[in-house]
């Protein structure tokens, strides 16, 4: 089982940048895929971004692509989010998740362990 904890959400103007961060408790962090999804106001779950275990696959939602970016240290337990050019429709709750099967997957019934979010806001 693992814990996540995410960190480093707040308010930015359109066009910013911000850098979430997703610490994981345990000392099997790298058998896990892991992923973060957004939720807007209304709106069900989305994918944003995947990364395989080792780290050399990553996976992006159409919309994300060439915004955003996710990495991860598998020493530290740790998988980042940078998100540049940030626009109003990119406003969520923010979410890591763990998937130990490691398929790196786009759908929200693959990960098994959530953190409890944290939300961006872009103002216009």
């Known amino acids: 089982q693992v814990q996540l904890v995410e960190s480093g959400g707040g308010l930015v103007q359109a066009g910013g940048s911000l850098r979430l961060s997703c610490t994981a408790s345990?000392?099997?962090?790298?058998?896990?895929?892991m992923g973060w999804f957004r939720q807007a106001p209304g709106k069900e779950r989305e994918f944003v971004a995947a990364?395989?275990?080792?780290?050399?696959?990553?996976y992006y939602a159409d919309s994300m692509k060439g915004r955003f970016s996710i990495s991860r240290d598998n020493a530290k337990n740790t998988v980042d989010l940078q998100m540049n050019s940030l626009k109003p429709e990119d406003t969520a709750v923010y979410y890591c998740?763990?998937?130990?099967?490691?398929?790196?997957?786009?759908?929200?019934?693959?990960?098994?362990?959530w953190g409890q979010g944290t939300q961006v806001t872009v103002s216009s």
């Open positions: 998740a763990a998937d130990r099967r490691g398929g790196s997957s786009s759908s929200v019934l693959d990960y098994a362990y």
């Open positions: 345990g000392r099997t962090f790298g058998s896990y895929s």
């Open positions: 990364i395989s275990r080792s780290g050399r696959s990553t």
